[in-house]
């Protein structure tokens, strides 16, 4: 699909609107972590201050970065003064390893307690951990959701990296402008009364139609609320995440299978992810249901491919229980083409418009939280950001290699989990970020249940394995972060 493009100002001035998509999670903010999180382990001993100086010049390039948001007035308004303390200091008592159960326990209390307010304060912040020795570092970026998608993330980071180069002395080719456009400024079509009024009708039917309906998701050990302050466990919302490297071989049949089978890699993972969820359910038939996100970059037009805000829509893929896997493809991407068609984006983007106001009154919330967990109907989401395109081979500096990489975003409720399989410095990883008290084990409850689909998935697609793989379609149609 391609959308026309209407020219709009780089800068936010005040009083321009917010739209759907970034106020909703202005307004999620006061009922969960909606921090998104991009870390690097490197070699070597990052200097603070210059991270710190690199920080606040890359937040001084992107405008969007110096607003705040005012959700009630549905607008965005000037900061006040200095956008305060960005970069915060920790060491670590060993070597940082994101394969480190207790290393990753420190990075994500630092998001639990630190958790982003895009309406108090800037929407970044930057935790520095030196390991032991200072023979590594890890440098880990949250911003707030509201402001940033997984690609605003990386194009972050990649100014952070081009400012640490330049403060050390270095020099690196300068990243791109990063602008920003409201939604209402690059279709101001959608924003006529008579196309509001059709997509709130599109999407008031589809909340009522999911309310009605009884899906499958991933069957975990947890059943109350998600929601912290209805929670029954004090501890649902601590998060934990797993970083691997997909193998060479895995890779390579995948890219087989998916020529072989006229299918994108993205919905061969996320068939694999069906695959696991039946699983879980113990092969009960019925119908399985996750989130995934159509990012609007591309689909807008290629030039907001760089630029700085979020731009993702949620969408469900559904599927029938124990479809034979050829069907289970076929079904994954006609779900996917149909989600990233103008009229489902309308439809989705007219159910976020909804709930906003229902969740302005805080008197409201026990009423309306549920409702969000049950219309969305599933605690299970799939992200493939695609092809990473930026250097991350190392952090600013040749001396600084980077040793792993992760990004994933936030977990809010209804969702447990949400999986990741970007292709980064040229290979594929197997990321996953999730609620600890919903996979106590999540290697064998989840991880190696999800490779040995792929794997017998890829079998019957691509028998021989020895056979040389041809190239793939690598589109990365999937995004969430």
């Known amino acids: 699909m391609r959308l026309n493009h209407s020219a709009a100002s780089c800068a936010p001035t005040p009083g321009r609107r917010l739209d759907g998509l970034s106020a909703a999670f202005a307004r999620l903010a006061e009922h969960a972590n909606v921090n998104t999180n991009q870390i690097f382990v490197v070699e070597g001993c990052i200097d603070a201050v210059l991270l710190d100086a690199s920080v606040r010049r890359a937040v001084a390039d992107i405008a969007l970065l110096q607003v705040r948001a005012d959700p009630d007035g549905g607008v965005l308004r000037p900061a006040a003064g200095a956008p305060g303390q960005l970069l915060w200091q920790e060491n670590y008592d060993g070597r940082c390893d994101l394969q480190?159960?207790?290393?990753?326990?420190?990075?994500?209390?630092?998001?639990?307690?630190?958790?982003?307010?895009?309406?108090?304060?800037a929407p970044i912040q930057v935790l520095l951990v030196t390991g032991w020795g200072g023979a590594t570092s890890a440098?880990?970026?949250?911003?707030?959701?509201?402001?940033?998608?997984?690609?605003?993330?990386?194009?972050?980071?990649?100014?952070?990296?081009?400012?640490?180069?330049?403060?050390?002395g270095g020099g690196q080719p300068a990243p791109c402008a990063l602008p920003f456009d409201a939604l209402q400024e690059i279709r101001p079509r959608w924003y006529s009364p008579v196309a509001?009024?059709?997509?709130?009708?599109?999407?008031?039917?589809?909340?009522?139609?999911?309310?009605?309906?009884?899906?499958q998701g991933m069957q975990v050990p947890y059943r109350a609320s998600r929601w912290e302050r209805h929670a029954t466990r004090s501890d649902i919302a601590e998060l934990d995440f797993f970083h691997s490297v997909l193998p060479l071989q895995t890779e390579a049949r995948l890219k087989q299978a998916a020529r072989a089978s006229g299918a994108t890699i993205n919905s061969l993972l996320c068939a694999a992810l069906v695959r696991t969820i039946e699983h879980s359910q113990g092969g009960r038939p019925g119908t399985v249901r996750l989130t995934c996100a159509v990012s609007l970059r591309r689909l807008i037009e290629p030039k907001y491919d760089h630029s700085f805000r979020n731009y993702l829509v949620g969408s469900c893929?559904?599927?029938?229980?124990?479809?034979?896997?050829?069907?289970?493809?076929?079904?994954?991407?006609?779900?996917?083409?149909?989600?990233?068609?103008?009229?489902s984006l309308l439809k989705e983007l007219g159910r976020i418009e909804l709930l906003l106001p229902l969740l302005r009154p805080r008197s409201l919330a026990n009423l309306i939280l549920p409702l969000i967990s049950r219309a969305q109907g599933s605690n299970a989401c799939y992200s493939n950001p695609g092809v990473i395109e930026e250097d991350f081979s190392c952090f600013g500096t040749p001396r600084h290699r980077t040793l792993q990489?992760?990004?994933?975003?936030?977990?809010?409720?209804?969702?447990?989990?949400?999986?990741?399989?970007?292709?980064v410095n040229g290979r594929m990883q197997l990321d996953l970020v999730y609620r600890h008290a919903c996979f106590p084990d999540v290697e064998q409850t989840f991880i190696q249940v999800f490779r040995a689909a792929l794997e017998r998935i890829l079998a019957e697609l691509v028998p021989d394995p020895g056979t040389p793989h041809a190239a793939a379609v690598t589109q990365p149609e999937l995004e969430l972060s």
């Open 100 to 121: 480190d159960p207790a290393f990753r326990a420190q990075l994500m209390a630092f998001s639990n307690r630190m958790r982003l307010d895009w309406r108090k304060r």
């Open 139 to 168: 440098v880990y970026v949250s911003t707030h959701h509201g402001v940033a998608d997984a690609r605003s993330d990386c194009l972050l980071v990649q100014a952070i990296m081009y400012h640490y180069a330049q403060e050390d």
């Open 196 to 215: 509001r009024l059709k997509r709130w009708c599109r999407g008031a039917a589809s909340i009522a139609g999911d309310l009605l309906r009884a899906e």
């Open 317 to 343: 893929v559904r599927a029938r229980a124990g479809l034979p896997t050829a069907a289970l493809v076929r079904t994954i991407q006609a779900a996917v083409r149909r989600a990233r068609s103008e009229t």
């Open 405 to 423: 990489y992760i990004g994933f975003g936030c977990v809010v409720p209804p969702y447990d989990f949400i999986l990741y399989t970007p292709t």
